[in-house]
T-cell receptor, first 115, second 108 residues
Framework: DTAVSQTPKYLVTQMGNDKSIKCEQN?????MYWYKQDSKKFLKIMFS???????INETVPNRFSPKSPDKAHLNLHINSLELGDSAVYFC??????????????FGEGSWLTVV | GQQVMQIPQYQHVQEGEDFTTYCNSS?????IQWYKQRPGGHPVFLIQ???SGEVKKQKRLTFQFGEAKKNSSLHITATQTTDVGTYFC????????WGAGTKLIIKP
């Protein structure tokens, strides 16, 4: 069984559309994240949730809205998609939000292309 | 905020040559982690270093944590095609702070 699974894996959509990416982890972790990786491979954290509560909200356009219905799920909804939103979005989880031994487990990524 | 500088951005090597990537911080680190991301894949945890001067090995990979806990390196001996990918360091400061990554490219 995949530890961190996210869907869809590939998404091609037009500018202005709204789309969602879903993520689930079966590791029993308390903390989940959304990362954005651009074409230069920079990993940028977008959001972090601990036990369904938002704990990190980096400078991200408010068109991006995360939702965590329970600690095993963290979804990402994007409104009014723009060309610059094209990237790979990784969902991830860890046992705790910080501290020694806080290994991050990533999903396989969702490749978003806005045309 | 705290940052970590990772160099080089790219390293081209012939298969069989060695590869090294470095991470540096201006402040003392509590720990540092290393991840590998294969082309088209996702970052995968390799190892964590916690102690000053720590050296850990995984087959052909050697990880070092500086005595002052401000820098770390990953060295791969005799690279193979399976080593291709981007290697990231990450430091734990309330949230993980990621290096920019070093892409290992093997010359054809």
């Amino acid at each position: 069984d995949t530890a961190v699974s996210q869907t869809p894996k590939y998404l091609v959509t037009q500018m202005g559309n709204d789309k969602s990416i879903k993520c689930e982890q079966n590791l029993g972790h308390d903390t989940m994240y959304w990362y954005k990786q651009d074409s230069k491979k920079f990993l940028k954290i977008m959001f972090s949730y601990n036990n369904k509560e938002l704990i990190i909200n980096e400078t991200v356009p408010n068109r991006f809205s995360p939702k965590s219905p329970d600690k095993a799920h963290l979804n990402l909804h994007i409104n009014s998609l723009e060309l610059g939103d094209s990237a790979v979005y990784f969902c991830a989880s860890s046992q705790a939000s910080s501290g020694t031994g806080n290994t991050i487990y990533f999903g396989e990524g969702s490749w978003l292309t806005v045309v | 905020g705290q940052q970590v500088m990772q160099i080089p951005q790219y390293q081209h090597v012939q298969e069989g040559e060695d590869f090294t990537t470095y991470c540096n911080s201006s402040t003392t680190l509590s720990n540092i982690q290393w991840y590998k991301q294969r082309p088209g894949g996702h970052p995968v945890f390799l190892i964590q270093l916690v102690k000053s001067g720590e050296v850990k090995k995984q087959k052909r990979l050697t990880f070092q944590f500086g005595e002052a806990k401000k820098n770390s390196s990953l060295h791969i001996t005799a690279t193979q095609t399976t080593d291709v990918g981007t290697y990231f360091c990450a430091i734990d400061n309330y949230q993980l702070i990621w290096g920019a990554g070093t892409k290992l490219i093997i010359k054809p």
